[in-house]
């Protein structure tokens, strides 16, 4: 544990140091306050803010992991030369990047919140928003290390990872509507969940509306939607499965790490 | 103009039950007459209400001392006043109904009615009141009972401040709280009731008034209507029942500050409307509902300074609505703001506020420069394929709906509020906290 902590501590005091972090939390930290203060309260702030978090994490996310992974690569060849475990070392380095986002975003959602008196009306959305920001953040840190780890020029890996937030956060739900369209004749409830449950942000976004639309979830006459949203189920599920698309990139992205010749 | 009042007190004479000799002599109202008054209980003349009630003549009263009393379906077939005290129990055990109300000018109050049991053919009734008229049923408390208070060709009654509560699982093997049938001229005023069919029923009910009751937890609707032309619905509460209100083929109904909470479901409305003509619908609230108002049929409505808060449809408007006015309402944090199922729009929205509004006031007047257009497309797409819910808040859904708004091609085109406000209207109904 002392090489992961040592890490850790260090790559996370060089990403404190840098600007872009206090940026990142100063930037959720005005969102957050000028939509409740100025927009009308939680009822009226809570979507538009659902809608930046769906948007804005995983692209931060995965853009500044992809950036300080490449960036940080002479300093990981330097620290291999030591006896120093493989996994050890991604671990320290994956956690150093989670952490500190995970942590500037919801110190942004969250100070304003509370500072203003964290209006009891909004608190379960708030609550829903910052634990689909976080894990969202873990998701797309994952994503980012594995391009990192698998695309070797930086330029490529950056555009790569831009295209992979593009597809997940705009083209996914592009195709859903399209094959919806078409097959609308058929039972697709349960395959539109399916399909929720297959991509991160939509997950992300699927926790939002437990939140902001579960009146409406609910008045939709199947029964599976009501099962889903109706109680603990969905929660449990789409937290289940944002998890596993936080472990099963970072897995792989570490069993190429291992095998990866500098 | 003069002869009113002689009028009045003529009525008002004739009205009186006449006065038993020996009393009355000095104009003291005073505590009732002995020989009037009839004691039932341990310590009481009677033992029995069905021999107190045999016993009493017109204008009697019956106190009923705390106990249970189990007795054959008691029948009230003289004007008079039936009260409980604290702990008077009548029980139906599960077995009969408890009251039949067969005099005009009957009180009945105080009572806790329990345990009808259940029966259709009869229409089985804690309280049933059967062409009558001046009646009143106040401040009884009801457990576990088929119908409760059941009105037929009932006029002029007043059902106060009762409490009704049953514990029905099954649409079929419950029944109404409060039943109205062919009756005029009724009051329903502070009420609750829980866990019936339909909390309150009004069918063929004309002229009547219904304020300050609170219906949740029914198993159907918190308020049903049919064929009730001229009601007055006033500051009542329906919550969490399985399909929230219905007014059905009526005309000239006022519905006035009532709130409408957490109606959540595949068939459950705020406030369901079909084939409602000339009506009024004002300051009421809509909150959390799955579908906060929705309208078939309905015509020449007056929808005005109402609230929307976080339904999932604040307005549902089929095309065979005609003619209705939405105006000064605020929609807050509902899913979808306007659906319908046209490509035109037969009902006008005027200076209402919606928070999704993102147009401009350069004159600051208070009112948004740019139409709003309420109907989004996505709406559209969810009314034809309703699994597609689940993209909703979606990023590309915004961007289809930011497409149909500048240029509208499938939404209907004149459904349009030209006076959006750019900030809530204040609220005329709510108590500050």
Not at chain 2, 5 to 21: C, D, E, G, K, N
Not at chain 2, 107 to 112: C, E, K, M, S, Y
Not at chain 2, 138 to 157: H, K
């Amino acid at each position: 544990m002392g090489t992961v902590w040592k890490v850790f501590h260090y790559q996370f005091r060089d990403l404190i140091r840098g600007r872009a972090l206090a940026g990142y939390t100063l930037f959720f930290g005005a969102a957050t306050w000028g939509l409740l203060h100025l927009g009308g309260g939680p009822v009226r702030a809570l979507p538009s803010l659902a809608t930046l978090v769906i948007l804005v994490v995983p692209l931060v996310s995965i853009l500044v992991t992809t950036t300080f992974a490449y960036g940080s690569e002479e300093f990981t060849e330097l620290l291999l030369s030591h006896p120093v475990g493989r996994g050890r070392l991604f671990a320290g380095l994956y956690l150093a990047l989670t952490v500190p986002l995970a942590g500037a975003f919801l110190l942004g959602l969250g100070i304003p919140f509370l500072a203003g008196g964290g209006a009891a009306g909004g608190l379960g959305g708030m609550v829903a928003l910052g634990v689909a920001g976080a894990l969202l953040t873990a998701v797309f840190a994952s994503l980012g290390f594995l391009i990192a780890v698998s695309v070797h020029d930086m330029a490529r890996g950056a555009g790569l990872a831009l295209l992979v937030w593009l597809a997940l956060a705009v083209l996914y739900d592009g195709v859903v509507l399209v094959v919806a369209h078409q097959a609308a004749a058929y039972p697709l409830e349960r395959i539109m969940l399916a399909l929720m449950l297959l991509n991160p942000v939509d997950v992300g976004r699927v926790l939002s509306l437990m939140a902001l639309d579960v009146s409406a979830m609910l008045g939709y006459t199947g029964a599976v939607f009501r099962d889903f949203f109706g109680g603990a189920t969905g929660v449990v599920i789409a937290l289940a499965s944002l998890v596993a698309w936080a472990v099963v990139p970072a897995w792989l992205a570490l069993h190429r790490f291992r095998h990866k010749d500098f | 103009m003069a002869t009113l009042p002689l009028l009045a007190a003529t009525l008002l004479l004739l009205s009186t039950p006449p006065a038993a000799p020996g009393t009355g002599t000095s104009g003291d109202p005073g505590p009732v007459d002995a020989s009037r008054l009839h004691t039932v209980g341990a310590a009481g003349t009677f033992t029995t209400i069905t021999e107190a009630l045999a016993a009493a003549a017109a204008g009697d009263t019956v106190l009923v001392a705390a106990g249970v009393y189990a007795e054959p379906t008691l029948i009230v077939s003289v004007p008079l006043t039936l009260i409980g005290e604290e702990g008077a129990v009548l029980d139906g055990e599960g077995e009969r109904g408890i009251l039949e109300i067969r005099s005009d000018s009957v009180t009945v109050q105080g009572f806790l009615f329990r345990d009808t049991g259940i029966s259709f053919t009869d229409d089985r009734s804690a309280v049933k009141i059967d062409r009558v008229r001046f009646c009143r049923v106040e401040g009884n408390r009801f457990e576990d009972t088929f119908f409760g208070i059941y009105l037929a060709n009932a006029g002029d009654c007043l059902i106060a401040d009762n409490d009704l509560s049953a514990s029905g699982d099954r649409e079929t093997r419950s029944g109404n709280g409060i039943h109205l049938w062919y009756s005029v001229r009724v009051r329903i005023e502070g009420n609750r009731v829980r866990g019936h069919r339909d909390g309150i029923y009004f069918e063929f009910v004309e002229d009547s008034r219904v304020s300050g009751n609170d219906s949740r937890g029914n198993l159907r609707y918190g308020l049903h209507f049919m064929f009730s032309d001229g009601c007055e619905y006033r500051d009542n509460t329906f919550a969490r029942n399985g399909a929230g209100v219905a007014v059905m083929y009526t005309r000239n109904v006022v519905m006035v500050g009532n709130d409408f909470d957490d109606n959540r479901g595949g068939a459950a409305f705020g406030l369901l409307l079909k084939d409602i003509t000339d009506s009024s619908i004002r300051e009421n609230r809509f909150r959390r509902n799955s579908v906060a108002l929705y309208a078939e049929g309905a015509n020449r409505l007056e929808v005005e300074s109402n609230e929307f808060v976080e339904n999932g449809w604040a307005v549902k408007m089929m095309a065979n609505s005609e003619g209705s006015r939405f105006q000064g309402n605020n929609f807050l944090g509902n899913s979808f703001d306007v659906s319908t199922n046209s490509r035109r729009a037969y009902s006008t929205f005027s200076g209402n506020f919606w928070d999704r509004y993102r147009g401009y006031d350069r004159d600051a007047d208070g009112v948004g420069d740019v139409p709003y257009r309420p109907v989004r497309l996505f709406s559209l797409v969810v009314s034809q394929n309703e699994p597609v819910l689940v993209l909703q808040r979606s990023p590309l859904v915004f961007l289809v709906d930011l497409v149909e708004q500048v240029f509208p091609l499938l939404t209907p085109a004149n459904l349009t509020d030209p006076e959006p406000r750019l900030l809530p209207l204040p609220n005329p109904w709510r108590i500050p906290s």
